[in-house]
């Protein structure tokens, strides 16, 4: 009697860790309308469906059948200061597994020239070529973005305007929030939407001067949980909307966004990464 209630002990204990184990994985959006990596998170549907309380990022991800789909969003003005000083590094792992894989590092911004005294620049209204703006006067800036671990592409800095097929796009709002989008070819990642193992994602706020560009494996600061504020919880996305489509039943309800209180922490009382788990959806 001792030793079956101790095996039906033992089988919950593993059920449970299952479980968790499975929970910990989310499944990407369906990208259903063209994509283009603008800064303007007009294919997303706003407020972003995950948020990470420690790095204060709101972010998304998504796929079609040929490209991953990201986008990152500072939530407050101290974010996006931390943001353009250090940069992000997108560490992405196709392995399944927390280790250094794929790395991204952007923005790495090209400030537009000084000009002389009396010298108009160039472009639409005044403003220089290279910068674009709509009528919710969110401003995409230049960019260039520093990559490592493509197999395919050589290390260093990539140019916006590449024959890889990576898009950036970046925008910062008049409230200062800053909006990043990034499209990398399926290809270029060498995964495809039959691979059972999710991509392992980690998002990290850079210190100034410190890029995280290390070929060893380093010790993240701090991982995102699902189902909660921590990395990938909170609200879904709605079925189409915003030129995508949701799993059934893969993202839970709530609320995403912008959480009450955000930007109160100074950069010293913050950790500068997460870790999350995703997997490519098919249609």
Same mark, same amino acid.
Request: no cysteine; charged share 25%; aromatic share 6%.
């Given at each position: 009697?001792?030793?079956? *209630?101790?095996?039906?002990?033992?089988?919950?204990?593993?059920?449970?860790?299952?479980?968790?184990?499975?929970?910990?994985?989310?499944?990407?959006?369906?990208?259903?309308?063209?994509?283009?990596?603008?800064?303007?998170?007009?294919?997303?549907?706003?407020?972003?469906?995950?948020?990470?309380?420690?790095?204060?990022?709101?972010?998304?991800?998504?796929?079609?059948?040929?490209?991953?789909?990201?986008?990152?969003?500072?939530?407050?003005?101290?974010?996006?200061?931390?943001?353009?000083?250090?940069?992000?590094?997108?560490? *992405?792992?196709?392995?399944?597994?927390?280790?250094?894989?794929?790395?991204?590092?952007?923005?790495?911004?090209?400030?537009?020239?000084?000009?002389?005294?009396?010298?108009?620049?160039? /472009?639409?209204?005044?403003?220089?070529?290279?910068?674009?703006?709509?009528?919710? /006067?969110?401003?995409?800036?230049?960019?260039?973005?520093?990559?490592?671990?493509?197999?395919?592409?050589?290390?260093?800095?990539?140019?916006?305007?590449?024959?890889?097929?990576?898009?950036?796009?970046?925008?910062?709002?008049?409230?200062?929030?800053?909006?990043?989008?990034?499209? *990398?070819?399926?290809?270029?990642?060498?995964?495809?939407?039959?691979?059972?193992?999710?991509?392992?994602?980690?998002?990290?706020?850079?210190?100034?001067?410190?890029?995280?560009?290390?070929?060893?494996?380093?010790?993240?600061?701090?991982?995102?949980?699902?189902?909660?504020?921590?990395?990938?919880?909170?609200?879904?996305?709605?079925?189409?909307?915003?030129?995508?489509?949701?799993?059934?039943? $893969?993202?839970?309800?709530?609320?995403?966004?912008?959480?009450?209180?955000?930007?109160?922490?100074?950069?010293?009382?913050?950790?500068?990464?997460?870790? *999350? $788990?995703?997997?490519?959806?098919?249609?």
């Amino acid at each position: 009697m001792n030793v079956k *209630i101790v095996n039906l002990f033992a089988f919950a204990i593993l059920l449970t860790s299952f479980s968790l184990k499975a929970q910990n994985v989310e499944e990407n959006i369906r990208m259903v309308k063209p994509f283009k990596a603008d800064g303007l998170s007009n294919e997303w549907e706003e407020p972003l469906n995950q948020y990470n309380d420690a790095t204060k990022l709101a972010f998304a991800l998504a796929n079609d059948d040929t490209n991953l789909y990201i986008i990152i969003e500072s939530l407050d003005p101290q974010t996006t200061f931390s943001v353009l000083r250090g940069g992000i590094t997108l560490n *992405i792992n196709t392995q399944g597994k927390k280790k250094d894989g794929i790395k991204l590092i952007f923005p790495l911004i090209e400030r537009p020239p000084m000009l002389k005294d009396g010298e108009m620049p160039e /472009g639409k209204d005044g403003a220089p070529p290279q910068w674009q703006e709509d009528r919710s /006067g969110e401003q995409p800036v230049m960019k260039s973005i520093k990559i490592f671990g493509f197999k395919n592409i050589k290390d260093g800095n990539l140019p916006v305007v590449n024959e890889e097929g990576i898009e950036t796009g970046m925008g910062i709002r008049p409230n200062k929030d800053l909006t990043y989008e990034l499209s *990398i070819p399926l290809a270029q990642l060498e995964v495809s939407l039959d691979m059972k193992t999710p991509l392992v994602y980690n998002i990290k706020i850079n210190q100034p001067n410190r890029p995280d560009f290390k070929k060893g494996g380093d010790r993240p600061e701090g991982e995102g949980r699902p189902g909660s504020r921590g990395g990938m919880g909170g609200g879904g996305m709605g079925g189409g909307r915003g030129g995508m489509e949701r799993s059934v039943g $893969k993202m839970g309800g709530g609320s995403g966004g912008r959480p009450p209180g955000a930007g109160m922490d100074g950069p010293e009382n913050r950790k500068s990464d997460f870790w *999350i $788990k995703y997997k490519l959806v098919k249609a």
